[in-house]
């Protein structure tokens, strides 16, 4: 039988402290306080620290004895590939990290994908405040946080009295674009939207639906869209409207396909997203259809690759949307009463809007 293998015991800071002679408090702070020692000595308890193996204060006692994490809980209702995956998202996340950074703290990702009723990873949560990246106002991932007695800042949607939020005017950036379309002349429009609720919906969307969407982000922005083409002559019951659950450039070029396909004679394509835009226009080149002279395509967002493609769009600060989240949770404990930031947007007229084409023009299309 072979010998037992010993390991060495693990040093712990009274150990490391008696080793250096010195107290625990001065160990802790070499950590936890550096400004409090010299140099000289924090190397040496540093270096003494290697080689005795003693790994550092342990996080969890640590946040038990001051009752806070070091960390900001980011809540988004997708899964956790989402955050890197989308565009704006990665531009929320980032802005977000950077506040964070700045702060000393950490980021941990609290992703509740959709459909999923259990919270718990909400409850696990070890973290000094939330922010909550645009979900539905029914999710019960966001009811579980509201339970939490920690600061919440919500981006984007849903909009909860007393709690901070960040976001655009989605109203006033939408108008901005129809009135757009509106002075060009078109009034034979469609509509893609994302999911404007939690029960999946790859449709057409009756005005019932629109008007009790529980995403408060596409429902203003439909409402700010048919009062504006309302205004302008346009009876919005016979706008179509094409829901898409999930939030690909696939999936924006199945529901441009399936608008097209119901609507040819639509003259313009609005777009809730740069995303279903970018796929709306890769089902125009499929179909041969010239953008802008067969057809209009335009988005919201204003992420690269729709700057790339010169897409007519509503670009948001999604970098600074994050970065002010993250700001405005870390600084709650400094003031009483929610706020709300408003950030500015800016209608980006690109290559793929123009007048609608004439009768008399020759169509390319199928």
Known sequence: MGRPIRTRRQATLASLAAELGVSRTTV??????????SPELRRRVLETARRLGYPGPDPVARSLR?????????LLTENLSYAFRDPAAVGVLEGLALACED????????????????????????????????VPDDDPH?????????????????RVDGVDRVGPDDAAAVTAMAEHLISLGHRQIGVLCMRLARERNDDFVSIQRQSAAHFHVQRIRLEALAAAFSAAGVDWATVPVVERFDHTVDDGASAARQLLDAYPQVTAVICTSDILALGALAEAERRGLRVPQDLTV??????????????TTVH???????????????????????????????????????????????????
């Open 316 to 366: 948001q600060p999604v970098l600074e949307k994050g970065k002010a989240a993250g700001k405005l949770l870390l600084s709650s404990a400094d003031r009483v009463g929610p706020k709300v930031i408003t950030l500015q947007t800016e209608l980006r007229v690109g290559r793929t809007s123009a007048p609608p084409r004439t009768a008399e023009e020759r169509w390319f299309g199928p």
């Open 28 to 37: 802790s702070n070499a950590y936890n306080r550096p400004d409090q020692l």
């Open 66 to 74: 001051t009752r806070k994490a070091g960390a900001v809980g980011l």
């Open 298 to 311: 335009t988005g919201f967002d204003g992420i690269t690759e729709a700057e790339r493609s010169g897409l």
């Open 103 to 134: 702060a000393g703290v950490g980021l941990h990702l609290v992703p509740a994908s959709p459909g999923r009723e259990d919270v718990a990873a909400v409850h696990r949560a070890g973290v000094d405040g939330f922010v909550v990246y645009s």
């Open 142 to 158: 966001l009811g579980a946080v509201l339970e939490r007695p920690v600061p919440t800042v919500i981006v984007d949607q849903p």
